[in-house]
């Protein structure tokens, strides 16, 4: 089977921590259990955190990932003999805080303060552990 990367070893590859990649962590466990040995190519429609687990877990390249942005989590993973699986967001399953949202923007601004910085880490542990405690089915559908 597809040598499936730690969450500390995905997260690292990231960048840094997040509710995202821990779905993405998810959803790659998942895919690579379908996948077992074989190669894939991966079609996403998003850039977003969760496409980074699927990068790392199954070595994506320029040539193995086509990205068409839509804003979307929709991803279409292919083996060689054509067979595909399909991972799509369940709607309105997207984890987060309306403090951390708001925190976000300053911390990526570069203006939030020491307090604010370690508030903003504090809440993205806390969904993280939250995304990694949901059920996956009511994060992302999983399909062939």
Not at 91 to 113: C, F, H, Q, W, Y
Request: net charge negative; proline share 4%; aromatic share 6%.
């Amino acid at each position: 089977m597809t040598q499936i990367p730690t969450f500390e070893e995905i997260a690292e590859a990231h960048g840094h921590r997040c509710p995202g990649i821990a779905i993405g962590y998810k959803m790659a466990k998942a895919a690579a259990e379908w996948a077992g040995d074989e190669p894939v190519r991966v079609y996403s429609t998003t850039t977003r955190c969760p496409l980074d687990a699927l990068r790392h877990t199954f070595r994506l390249t320029d040539e193995t990932l086509t990205i068409e942005d839509k804003g979307e989590l929709h991803f279409v993973l292919e083996k060689a003999d054509g067979s595909k699986l399909f991972i799509d967001e369940v709607p309105g399953s997207k984890i987060k805080n309306d403090e951390g949202d708001k925190l976000r923007k300053k911390v990526r601004e570069g203006t939030a303060s020491k307090e604010e910085t370690a508030r903003f880490n504090e809440i993205q542990e806390e969904l993280l552990q939250q995304a990694f405690n949901t059920p996956d089915e009511k994060l992302f559908t999983i399909h062939s």
